[in-house]
């Protein structure tokens, strides 16, 4: 297990080293530099001094040679130090602490959303008798994968909040300022969640374990919620991570139709005027979430099928 | 998997239309004609209430030092009062915390005589010396405070000979100072501020003199003004003496579009921001909202030509493209009512426009007899060629306005039809500066706001960035000298030159005003234009 656990933790290390570097190469490739975007930020096509822009661009240390700026910074992130942020002279860290809170707030509603309605949607389709309801239940997570989240936001505003107002159009304040955009965003993860899991529902209605529980008697609702969901949980279990991801995704245009304030506007923002350090910083916290999340899957894992360790220390064995 | 993929689609396919349509009866709902022309009049006004503003984005920054968009000088504008003020109708400077001045006849030393007993929020008072320390600093902001820095160009110092005078000198004349002392980009800041660093004023904010104080704000999402109690030493201009009528107002960054729109028509917000034409049939359609434009003074939307490049370096090539373009069709197609084409490389609210309209005319005939006569033949693609070389230009733009792909398409077709091969590049936000300096592109998308005409000097000297690549000529004196001359009349007659020869010439060509067009509740009034077409809340009341 001690081993598992280590292994799993290396890889997680090698992967955050990996997601920082590739979004440095990717800024660094970008045209145009930040310090430019920030001297010319405005509407207006002002020419500015090019020797005063050169001398921002010394402060800030982008003359350096490309490696040195990423020896540099890496150097300092493996301290937990991101910088400052090249728009806003903020440190990175701070403007990441920031907008988290409101992130993890819509991000938490919507996984609840989506885990509820997605089961209860994955249960209802895979329980009903009919054969064409249960066909439009099922066909309905891959039309909830399908919409554009930008679009499903754009309509809800329109229905609820401009329409019927009912509910705020933007902000965030407040519970009824949450529920449009955590609705928003649960649409395409509940619909992932309903999907996977309606599957291997269908596929744990065939074990013969349902067959012995069906002819011992038990009913169908006992041998569907009892029998089947259990086991079917664990497949849904392993896609947690995707949907951490899809959470973190689709934060970044929930945020912003609905003006939310959040690590999805703040990397918006930051990816505007090439604000590297920001840029950096979410990326490394993105990663960092989802190898936690996979992390955690990883861990729990085994305590529901032991099998999993031993299959993996045998595997190691036959390796080294 | 047990999902029917095609049963899916269908029922998708179902559902949109449901929704569209649903969608559609609500954009549809109420009925009225809206647009009016700024929302003064019935009734007396009254004083308390919130102001909402929308906007559609946030500069990073909270210093009007160092911000130079729209957006966040609506906000910011407020916080800060200037030495003077300008006329919107008549580009004339007023008095604001300067009674009076005098400028020397060189145009190089400019004495402002102060107000006495201003404050700025923080109790500390608005002086010579806090003159002089605001004008040191905005220096030293460098490239951060482009704005600030280039009006500043050329600053020797300021000398304080009483508590109530500042005298502001310059290496070189520079007549445009007394209307950059109008500008939020010197709006006076207290002490306090000054002495901090750029990035902590940009995070924290400044402490200013104006009707309105920095409540609060949060990165992306909101900034919060309350009304300054006391305040007593409004512009010259203002209808209200006096502490403004609002105790609050709440600008809130609202990124999309649509939300903006549908959040004014239903009484979410009071006011919203970069109003586009495909906004103002939802806007009418709420029957409560007023349309109100300005054209933005300054350079107007133009192709900027790259003048050293071969083929713009004939005049013949620049003056066809300059009649081959039909502004008309371009303003009615793509910009907000109340848009007009360019009658000037200047915009007709800038001080000392002058209308040479009728260069700009769309003449499709002298376009091709002039490129006939050039020696560019057209080839069997109709675009045309002469010694093998096709008269193929590309054009470089910025995501920074909606109006500007639609228009350079638009752009593309007008000039194809006499010959004329245009390739749109669009480029991103943060490499304006590098293209500009490095001089690699045929011709580029934009304009700059400035209600002085030392914008043409500080845009096409050749002795300054010289972005255009412009070549040394009967233009540079002619700039030089008007930033030199304090007479309106002979700064008239010298602004008027340099358009014509601007124009004439077709070193760059202009096409349309930009012109800020915002939606307003009609609960609300007096919500006026300055004469940089942003925004002044002083006078501004709900009903």
Redesign the interface.
């Known amino acids: 297990m001690r081993r598992y656990v280590i292994r799993r933790l290396a890889q997680a290390v090698v992967v955050l080293w990996a997601a920082y570097t590739l979004s440095f190469l990717v800024l660094d490739f970008l045209p145009g530099d930040p310090v430019s975007a920030m001297a010319g930020g405005g509407l207006d096509q002002v020419s500015v001094d090019p020797a005063q822009l050169e001398a921002l661009k010394r402060e800030y240390g982008f003359d350096k040679p490309v490696l040195v700026q990423y020896a540099d910074y890496l150097g300092r992130a493996v301290q937990g130090d991101f910088g400052n942020s090249v728009a806003t002279g903020q440190p990175v860290t701070s403007v990441i602490g920031d907008a988290l809170p409101q992130t993890l707030v819509l991000t938490g509603a919507a996984l609840v959303l989506a885990v509820v309605f997605g089961t209860g949607l994955a249960l209802a389709a895979t329980y009903t008798a009919g054969r064409a309801l249960r066909q439009l239940l099922l066909s309905l997570p891959s039309l909830g994968v399908s919409l554009p989240t930008f679009w499903v936001g754009l309509m809800l505003v329109q229905l609820f909040s401009f329409r019927f107002r009912l509910l705020p159009a933007f902000g965030n304040d407040g519970l009824a300022s949450l529920i449009l955009p955590a609705v928003t965003l649960a649409v395409p993860t509940g619909a992932l969640l309903a999907q996977v899991l309606a599957k291997s529902l269908f596929t744990a209605l065939d074990e013969p374990y349902v067959q012995t529980a069906r002819a011992k008697g038990a009913g169908r609702a006992r041998v569907h919620l009892r029998h089947a969901l259990r086991n079917a949980a664990l497949p849904a279990l392993t896609i947690v991570g995707l949907l951490v991801g899809n959470l973190l995704a689709g934060s970044v245009v929930v945020e912003t139709v609905f003006s939310r304030n959040g690590i999805g506007r703040a990397t918006v923002s930051a990816v505007t005027v090439q604000d590297i350090p920001v840029v950096q910083g979410v990326v490394v916290f993105g990663a960092l979430v989802f190898v936690l999340a996979n992390l955690a899957v990883d861990l729990v894992y085994p305590l529901f099928d032991p099998r999993i360790v031993v299959a993996s220390a045998t595997r190691r064995r036959s390796f080294v | 998997?047990?999902?029917?993929?095609r049963?899916?689609r269908a029922?998708?396919s179902l559902?949109l239309t449901i929704?569209a349509a649903?969608?559609l009866?609500?954009?549809g709902?109420g009925d009225g004609d809206t647009t009016g022309n700024g929302g003064t009049g019935d009734g007396t006004p009254r004083s308390g209430g919130t102001l909402t503003f929308?906007v559609g984005s946030?500069?990073?920054?909270v210093d009007p030092h160092q911000?130079?968009?729209?957006d966040t000088i609506y906000a910011l504008r407020q916080i800060v009062d200037s030495l003077t003020d300008q006329d919107p109708s008549t580009g004339k400077i007023v008095p604001w915390l300067a009674e009076r001045w005098e400028v020397s006849a060189d145009a190089r030393t400019f004495t402002f005589h102060l107000r006495p007993g201003v404050t700025f929020s923080d109790g500390s008072p608005v002086n010579a010396r806090a003159v002089r320390e605001n004008f040191d600093a905005a220096r030293k902001l460098?490239?951060?405070a482009?704005?600030a820095?280039?009006y500043l160009s050329g600053y020797v110092g300021t000398e304080t000979p009483d508590d109530l005078t500042a005298v502001v000198s310059f290496e070189q004349p520079n007549a445009q100072f007394l209307q950059a002392t109008s500008t939020f980009s010197l709006g006076l800041v207290a002490g306090s501020s000054v002495r901090k660093?750029?990035?902590?004023r940009?995070?924290d904010g400044v402490v200013g003199s104006g009707p309105f104080a920095l409540d609060g704000y949060?990165?992306?999402?909101s900034i919060t003004l309350v009304k300054r109690k006391g305040y007593n030493w409004g512009s010259s201009l203002w209808r209200k003496s006096g502490e403004a009528y609002l105790d609050k107002v709440l600008f809130?960054?609202?990124?999309?579009a649509?939300?903006r729109t549908?959040?004014l028509?239903?009484g979410?917000v009071d006011a919203i921001g970069s109003v586009s034409l495909a906004d103002e049939a939802a806007l009418k359609g709420g029957g409560a909202v007023n349309l109100q434009t300005r054209a933005n003074p300054?350079v107007v939307f133009n192709l900027?030509l790259n003048n050293s490049k071969p083929l713009l370096r004939d005049v013949a090539v620049r003056q066809a493209i300059q009649v081959a373009l039909d502004r008309r069709q371009i303003v009615d197609t793509v910009y907000p009512t109340g848009s007009k084409p360019a009658t000037s490389i200047l915009a007709h609210t800038t001080p000392y426009h002058s209308d040479v309209s009728g260069q700009l005319t769309f003449d499709a005939a002298k376009a091709k007899s002039l490129l006939d006569a050039a020696g560019w033949q057209v080839g069997g693609d109709g675009v045309r060629t002469r010694n093998g070389t096709r008269l193929s230009l590309s054009v470089g733009w910025f995501a920074?306005?909606a109006t500007n792909q639609p228009t350079l398409e638009l752009i593309q077709q007008q000039l194809k039809a006499v010959g004329v091969e245009i390739t749109l590049k669009e480029?991103?936000?943060?490499?304006?500066?590098?293209v500009?300096?490095s001089g690699d592109f045929d011709a580029?998308w934009?304009?700059?706001?400035r209600a002085d005409p030392d914008i043409l000097r500080?845009?096409y000297s050749t002795t300054?960035?010289n972005?255009y690549r412009l070549a040394a000529g009967a233009l540079d004196p002619v700039l030089t000298e008007q930033a030199a001359t304090v007479d309106p009349a002979k700064r008239q007659a010298l602004v008027n030159q340099a358009q014509d020869l601007i124009v004439r010439n077709a070193h760059v060509i202009p096409v349309v005003e930009l012109t800020t067009a915002l939606g307003v509740s009609k609960k609300v009034h007096d919500l006026d234009f300055e004469a940089s077409s942003r925004i002044q809340l002083h006078d501004t009341w709900k009903s």
């Open positions: 998997m047990r999902s029917l993929p049963s899916g029922l998708g559902v929704v649903l969608a009866t609500a954009c709902s929308a946030y500069a990073g920054c911000v130079a968009s729209n460098g490239a951060k482009s704005l820095t280039g660093t750029p990035d902590q940009c995070t949060v990165a992306n999402q809130t960054v609202v990124p999309e649509g939300v549908g959040s028509v239903s979410q300054g900027g920074n306005a480029l991103q936000i943060a490499q304006i500066t590098q500009q300096q580029l934009g304009n700059i706001t500080s845009t300054l960035a972005t």
